[in-house]
Structures are given as C-alpha cells and as structure tokens.
C-alpha cells in the first residue's frame, strides 16, 4: 500500500493519501486548500490517479481541499450524509466502504465532534477525524457537537477496535504523529473517566476559544460545489421541466450516474434510464467510458444524478470528449416539483 501523512502547519491538520499500487488510483482525506498544489504534485510524483477527496466532517479551522480538487482532477467529493455542505458527489453512511482499486475502508458513524463525523477502518489503522486525537479529543462545543455522544463514538466504537490499531486523526498541535488504540486506552487524559456523565463534565468545561478560522472556513466548506453555473451558462444543463419535454423521444439516452447504494433506495426518472455497470458510483467521468457511451449510442445522452454535480461533471467530461449535445438535468428535486415520472 502507498500511503502518506501530509501536514499543514497554520491548522495542524493531517491529510492522508492512500494508493494500493504505483499507477493505480488514490484517495485523500481531509486535504486543505493550501495544500492542493503539493498534493497533486505528489500524486503525479507516485504515479497515481486521484479518484476520491473525502472530508471526515466539515471543518471549521481550515478550508477543505475538496473543490479545488474535483475542479482539477474531476475526482469525486465525498463527505457523510449529514454533511452541511450544498454538494457533494458521494455521501456515505455507517456501515458503507469507501473504495478505491484494491483498497476498501470501512465507513464507521463516530458524532459527538460534529454530527457529521465519520471514521475510516482499515484492518491495521483507523482515520479518525477530530473524534478521537493523540491523547485528546474534538471539542464537542459548536457545530451540533455532543460530547454523550462522542463519548459513544470513542467508547462504544473506536476502543473496541484491536489495542494495536494505529490511530490517524485529523489534526495534532503538539508534532505527534501516530498512536495506537490500547495507548490511547491507557495514556489519553480525556478518557480516564469513569462514566459518560463524568466525560460531558469534562467535555462542557473546556472553555475553548473558537478556532481562528471558523468565521471563514465553516461557510466556506458549506459550499465547495463545483460552478454549476458555467455549465448552465453553455446550456448544457436542462430544468426537470425541460427533461420532461424530452424523455420518450427516440433520440434521447437517458443515463444514471448515482451510486448504487441511492439507485436501489430512492425513486429515478425511470423511462430508458440506463444505469453504467460497475463504474457507476466509483470514477465514471474517466477511462474512456464516456468515448464508450458516445461510440455505443448516437443518441443525445441526459446525464443525472442524485444532486446534480456528478452530472455536471459528466456532462464537462463528455463535451472535452467531443460528445457536444450531452447535458444533465438540474437535480432531480426538481424533477419531483415537476411532477416527472418516478418509478422504483
Ligand atoms: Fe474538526
């Protein structure tokens, strides 16, 4: 496995890249907006095709490296799915993996930080966030924090991983770098209490002063969508009502770019819908799949997808392919509004 640990120094915050082979595709989580060029710079240095950016909740004392790099690689934004942010092309749940080629991490809910938390497991390591830190935790003081249940999220889920689990986190200001489960068991002062009541205490008597960024980064990171509005403005995105008008029409092909995790719970526009195979909810912007789909149809393809900015992207790849009457729907709400037809 290629694995990095990146600092940035003004927030303290740890990002990490993980790959499961030269040349193949890589992940990051937590970037920060400063960073991006180094990190880009890093994965072309590995070789590596950088598919997913992932945010273990949205932060407050730094700016996510997110959009920045959808907008430079079309990689796809991952966050919880209490995320505040306005887009994100993937949202993940408890129980969900987080996947890329060879590499699978187990999607573990931890709230109590903020209620968007989320760590990531792998066998031999966990990401923690900012919910369990190097003899420390998250503050639980703003952002829908709870230190109940926090403690839950530390007790309940992230202990009862093996003691030699090496702990990642989000962020260290003291220069530490790893630790383990068990050494968090035994060494970290926050969880040398003896009840949940006695960590909310302790948790609500911290009197913390915000983190400088905060005013900054928090409205920010609620809005890393990609400009929707310059595809918008070169008309390649259609009002639910005037996908409606086109559906049925024979020259029409009808794409589902949702994951499939959304595809089998939730209601589409159904008709021709055609759902990609496989790369569906992995990179399908890449790889010549889209060369595929226009070479396999001389229809006009309608991109959509569950919030609108996966089919952005695709309809951005598929017109640098040279596939120029491609298009998405806005988002599928507005479908709903316009009384297009659903089908399970
Ligand atoms: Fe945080």
């Given at each position: 496995m290629i694995f990095r640990q990146l600092f940035?120094?003004?927030?303290?915050?740890?990002?990490?890249?993980?790959?499961?082979?030269?040349?193949?595709?890589?992940?990051?989580?937590?970037?920060?907006?400063?960073?991006?060029?180094?990190?880009?710079?890093l994965v072309k240095e590995l070789d590596l095709r950088l598919v997913k950016a992932v945010d273990t909740h949205l932060h407050a004392d730094h700016i996510t490296g997110l959009g920045a790099l959808r907008d430079r690689t079309h990689c796809i934004t991952v966050m919880g799915e209490q995320t505040k942010a306005d887009v994100v092309s993937m949202r993940l749940g408890e129980g969900d993996k987080l996947t890329i080629e060879g590499?699978?991490?187990?999607v573990v809910y931890t709230p109590g930080h903020t209620d968007d938390s989320y760590s990531f497991v792998m066998p031999d390591r966990v990401f923690t966030?900012?919910?369990?830190?190097?003899?420390?935790?998250?503050?639980?003081?703003?952002?829908?924090?709870?230190?109940?249940q926090q403690y839950e999220s530390i007790f309940g889920r992230l202990l009862k991983l093996p003691d030699a689990t090496l702990v990642y986190p989000a962020h260290d200001y003291k220069g530490d770098t790893v630790s383990t489960i068990g050494e968090e068991r035994a060494y970290n002062p926050r969880l040398q209490v003896k009840s949940v009541d006695e960590y909310v205490d302790l948790m609500n008597n911290l009197k913390l002063p915000n983190p400088k960024?905060?005013?900054?980064?928090?409205p920010a990171n609620m809005k890393v969508g990609l400009a929707q509005e310059e595809i918008a403005r070169r008309g390649w995105t259609l009002s639910a009502g005037e996908a409606l008008a086109l559906l049925g029409k024979p020259d029409i092909a009808l794409i589902d770019l949702r994951e499939r995790r959304t595809r089998a719970a939730r209601h589409h526009p159904g008709l021709a819908a055609r759902a990609l195979p496989d790369v569906a909810g992995e990179h399908p912007f890449s790889g010549g799949m889209l060369h595929e789909l226009g070479k396999s149809t001389s229809k006009r393809l309608l991109f959509y997808c569950a919030f609108g900015e996966r089919s952005a992207m695709a309809v951005q790849a598929a017109q640098d392919a040279g596939l120029t009457a491609a298009c998405h729907i806005e988002d599928l709400d507005g479908w709903k509004k316009a009384s297009g037809p659903l089908a399970r």
């Open positions: 940035d120094q003004t927030s303290g915050t740890y990002s990490y890249l993980l790959a499961s082979r030269p040349g193949g595709e890589a992940l990051i989580i937590d970037p920060v907006l400063e960073k991006v060029d180094r990190y880009l710079q590499l699978a991490l187990d966030g900012d919910t369990l830190l190097i003899r420390g935790t998250g503050r639980t003081d703003f952002q829908n924090g709870d230190p109940r960024m905060m005013d900054v980064a928090v």
